[in-house]
């Protein structure tokens, strides 16, 4: 019996993969500082908790398809505080994480065989949606030396095909950290409307900028382009909340909506407990998400001090959001150093996990050499983690044999 | 901007697609007897709720991407307490609802435009996992008349064709509640060796066998067709726990194992919350799964009793299992009648809601006079719910023009 070959095609996850290798460290009693995981140690606010610790719904029963209905008010009263006034509940479909959002999206506006346009390094698992739903992502290249901004609109226009039906961006970007300049989204806009393709715009960081920058919304967009913007987005980094699976897709175009509706039937409803606990979103205090802010600014900052002090690592500027960062190593090949580092490097019996890059390139060869290092520890865990790189490095690359780049 | 001609094509649930009447109906201050959807008023048990009411781990973060290890080892005591010891954690991938083990077992076994062969009347949403993966499903036709049991083997064999890869089966079934016997499941698994076929078996409602009869599980075949057999399985029905989005894929195929953890990384995680509930199966008492069951065969017996006794009402044998029956209603169009309960007819300001069965068949025109029952309800309200029936169909069927069978 063989399993199908869009199966076999569907990659392990550069973020996943070596998780075996770091559980059989741990078995051995060696401590794994992950970096290899946008799985934040940031506290969830108190008052989501307190649902789960006053719970008296019983049984635990399905919840409406579109989403559950106070859950729903919740996200309007964000977007609306936000300032982006025109949405409302119709516009927008609960999904079981950003994950969800972001699949159903390439399913409502892709057939098979069909493509979209993405930057890359991009969101490793943005291939994992691409083959499930049978959908070519066409990677345009962005550069670490310029901290992967996009290239001028040509060299984009140039991936446009018959086939193309949508540009899917994130910013603040994960792996890169990269927040798109107004210019750059009007580019993105313009692109959009002269070709006639959806812009997907990935928003789980949104809050996530740093040096006093902020984000610029596809929202601000949104009644301009009413029928090709879509809008994904997930509470798990905003309040701490991955393992609550909440994400949402949020679209003027009501033909889009109508159908992931239809697609939700299918799953019946996104979790119960989670949902009710994000009811609570108008409670969150803005001190909340400002102090959060604030703390991944100063582990940006570490990372960065830190990383700049070790021989032969290639720093990109420093990203302006999200809390992740594509920096490249002097060796030949990420993958095998990360695995080094989980089976075989201990400083004081403590490692590091981090991600191999090439799996967040769509383009063969690329990005061998780096990793994508997500900053979602404390700045002492940072300090200690970059300390125990740069060791693994110098031992690492004196092993012979190793071909260093 | 059009949409994929995919999105077109998945279907609104039967189940849900009248959700918005029903709401209507509510804020006018109508009670709705649900029918029409799975969800049990049966309460989750308190060893579970617990977990939530002493929650003491913060952040919510990320769980493995193929399940909570506690999880796991809960979900093997209890496939163990089946019998079937010779399943291992490595044949586990936890899914977010049966929902997502369906769906992924129809990407891992197919190709899009690759065929599955169904009994219909099925389960609805089939039809929605078929065309997200790019499915198409070969129904076979069962009938009313005989409990909706198989058809001979070679009328099986008829619908194989080369594109053929699996048969897909649900037992104790939904929407029939047959419980296939081991007669037939020796049929099913000698079609699969035969033909090379995989054997798709959706097992959530094992434990819902009513009149001492016991549920043929593919388990029982699984270590002689290893590679061909997958067991999909959820913990929405056994512990009223449909909310908490929890189920399981369950194969010795090594290949379609590693398969799905792949797909599975790409969507990060199952929800922490819900998989750390469902660590404590073990302490909930067989007194709990006994009593359930009990209360089911009474809601059967008690529905039968009375629909019998409704002229025109065209019922099955008793099923057999689950808490599902397709009934036949003595109108020419169910999904007409059963918008009238919800939009117009009320006794005492209330009216019953039930799911139009044609969205169960795959064969056009087929089931247009059925409806699928959940008798999910106290026996109280599935008496009064069948009383408002008996009054809706004399009033609905004296309406001039309405074209009755």
Not at 342 to 357: G, I, Q
């Amino acid at each position: 019996m063989t399993v199908s070959d869009r199966l076999t095609n569907v990659p392990a996850s550069p973020i996943r993969k070596l998780v075996p290798f770091a559980q059989a460290a741990k078995k051995e009693g060696v401590k794994v500082y992950h970096l290899n995981i946008g799985d934040p140690d940031i506290k969830t606010p108190e008052v989501m908790l307190d649902v789960l610790k006053t719970w008296d719904r019983n049984p635990i029963g399905y919840d409406l398809s579109q989403g559950n209905p106070a859950f729903l008010e919740s996200l309007l009263w964000y977007y609306h505080k936000l300032g982006f006034s025109f949405i409302n509940v119709n516009n927008i479909q609960v999904t079981t994480g950003g994950s969800e959002a972001i699949s159903m999206a390439l399913f409502a506006t892709c057939n098979v065989g069909d493509e979209v346009i993405v930057f890359e390094p991009f969101y490793a698992n943005y291939n994992s949606y691409a083959i499930v739903n049978g959908v070519t992502l066409v990677p345009v290249a962005t550069e670490l030396k310029n901290g992967f901004h996009l290239p001028d609109k040509k060299t984009i226009e140039a991936k446009v095909t018959k086939k193309t039906k949508a540009i899917l961006i994130c910013t603040p970007n994960n792996p890169t950290g990269t927040v798109y300049t107004k210019k750059e989204m009007d580019m993105l806009v313009s692109i959009a409307k002269e070709h006639g393709l959806y812009l997907l715009s990935d928003e789980v960081y949104r809050e996530f900028c740093y040096d006093g920058k902020k984000q610029v919304s596809l929202f601000e967009y949104m009644q301009e382009i009413p029928k090709q913007a879509i809008v994904l987005d997930s509470l798990s980094k905003r309040y701490s909340l991955c393992g609550a699976r909440l994400g949402c897709l949020i679209s003027l175009n009501e033909d889009v909506i109508a159908g992931v509706l239809r697609v939700a039937q299918g799953r019946l409803s996104s979790g119960f407990i989670g949902q009710t606990m994000a009811t609570k979103l108008k409670d969150v205090p803005q001190s909340y998400t400002d102090a959060v802010q604030k703390e991944y600014q100063s582990r940006r900052d570490v990372l960065f001090d830190g990383l700049a002090k070790i021989e032969g690592v290639q720093l990109p500027p420093k990203p302006e959001g999200a809390f992740y960062a594509i920096v490249g190593l002097p060796v030949a090949d990420a993958e095998d150093f990360c695995t080094y580092l989980l089976t075989t490097f201990r400083d004081n019996n403590e490692t590091v996990m981090m991600a191999p890059a090439a799996g967040f390139y769509g383009s063969k060869g690329m990005g061998k050499n780096e990793v994508r290092i997500a900053y979602v520890l404390n700045c002492d865990s940072i300090k200690r983690s970059v300390a125990i790189l740069k060791k693994a490095l110098q031992t690492y690359n004196s092993i012979p044999g190793i071909n260093t780049t």
